[in-house]
């Protein structure tokens, strides 16, 4: 019976795991916390999205970087695998908009529950609160040291996950583990994160959320990513999807050197000739008003103020004075409210 040693008991582990003992292998599983998947417990805002109902080429299309890698995993266990696998096991799942498949009852600790249950029902050694601390390879032989020993088996496989909220136990080990074998690892880069900004104004705008805008990240005047779609501030810069998409594609880019400047196009619909035409019939209807009034129809009250003082316009400055100057100002604001270069 061949034996198989599983460090890190996250989605990976377990299923590498389950998988093993299903083709009769004697399996020990370890994990440094007290429990199965604990990152597993908040994913989904708790929800857990299981996976997406969308082809095994769109999951390569979105996936950054070297999708292709991925051909030979799919090609042998697919989304349709694993859905057919939760069902034979008793999980209910339903579909949500965009393709997306959760547990019916919305509980990403009933997916760690089961998980837990199945890793016992098929005899895997568990061995929690169990911190695996190196791994070396013998001729043919792995042996594993953990806090309560050394193991030995036909082989190891590192299922530590990535360095991301590590307060789940996650801290990026598996990378020491893979180096002391003789692997080499890429350099590591954030994704899918919000960013900071060093200006306050995005922090006064905390809780704004901005939809159908297109933000950009630009270097040295060159752009070198954007996304269009929904975003928000936040107490300490820019979050929400087009950010976290924008993180992403700038881990993957060469170009993509932080700090980075980040120009947010409010109204990417419109070209300036057309923006400018809107402007003019805002500031007839408003005419007898103050600056900040006669952007209310086309901007949220909160941003008003900040995209008057980007244009250099004062918002308590007529709208009957603001010159032909001044509104291109105004409308090249619009098109790209920005962080310092
Ligand atoms: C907030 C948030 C929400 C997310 N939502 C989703 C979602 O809805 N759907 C989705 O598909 N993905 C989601 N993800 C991503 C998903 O959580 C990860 O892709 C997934 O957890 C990776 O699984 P893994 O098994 O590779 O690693 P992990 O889940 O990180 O598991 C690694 C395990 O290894 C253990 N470990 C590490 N070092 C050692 C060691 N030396 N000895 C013993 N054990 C060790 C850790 O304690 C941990 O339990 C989300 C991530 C976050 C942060």
């Not at 708790?46 to 070297?66: E, K």
């Not at 859905?83 to 997916?111: C, M, N, Y």
């Not at 991301?164 to 003789?182: E, I």
Request: net charge positive.
């Amino acid at each position: 019976m061949k034996e198989i040693l599983v460090i890190g008991a996250g989605a990976a582990g377990i299923m590498a795991a389950l998988a093993a003992a299903e083709a009769g292998a004697r399996v020990h599983l370890f994990e440094k916390n007290d429990i199965v998947g604990k990152k597993m417990g908040i994913t989904g805002k708790g929800r857990c999205n299981l996976t997406n109902s969308c082809s095994m080429a769109d999951f390569i299309a979105h996936t950054p970087g070297h999708g292709k890698f991925l051909y030979s995993a799919y090609e042998q266990f697919t989304n349709q695998d694993l859905l057919d696998k939760l069902h034979t096991w008793g999980l209910a799942t339903k579909e949500e908009r965009g393709g997306r498949i959760f547990p019916q009852s919305d509980s990403a600790i009933e997916v760690r529950k089961l998980f837990y249950r199945k890793l016992c029902q098929k005899g895997v050694d568990l061995h929690l609160s169990n911190a695996v601390h190196a791994v070396k390879a013998w001729g043919s032989r792995m042996v594993v040291s953990a806090a309560s020993g050394n193991y030995e088996g036909d082989a190891c496989i590192i299922t530590t996950g990535g360095m991301s909220y590590p307060v789940t136990g996650s801290t990026g080990d598996g990378y020491g583990f893979a180096r002391s074998l003789g692997h080499s690892v890429t350099e590591l880069k954030p994704s899918l994160i919000p960013f900071t900004t060093e200006e306050t104004w995005p922090h006064t705008l905390s809780g704004l959320s901005l939809r159908n805008v297109e933000a950009s990240l630009w270097k040295r005047g060159k752009k070198a990513a954007s996304h269009f779609g929904e975003m928000l501030f936040t107490h300490f810069g820019v979050s929400g999807p087009i950010i976290l998409m924008l993180s992403t594609e700038a881990a993957h880019k060469k170009s993509c050197v932080f700090p980075m400047q980040l120009r947010i196009d409010l109204k990417p619909a419109l070209s300036k000739e057309k923006l400018d035409a809107r402007l003019r019939r805002d500031f007839e209807k408003y005419i007898r008003k103050e600056a900040a009034n006669g952007l209310k129809d086309l901007l949220p009250q909160r941003l008003i103020p900040i995209v008057l003082d980007q244009a250099g316009i004062a918002a308590a400055c007529p709208v009957n004075q603001i010159s032909r100057e001044q509104r291109q100002d105004l409308v090249d604001t619009l098109k790209a409210l920005s962080t310092a270069s």
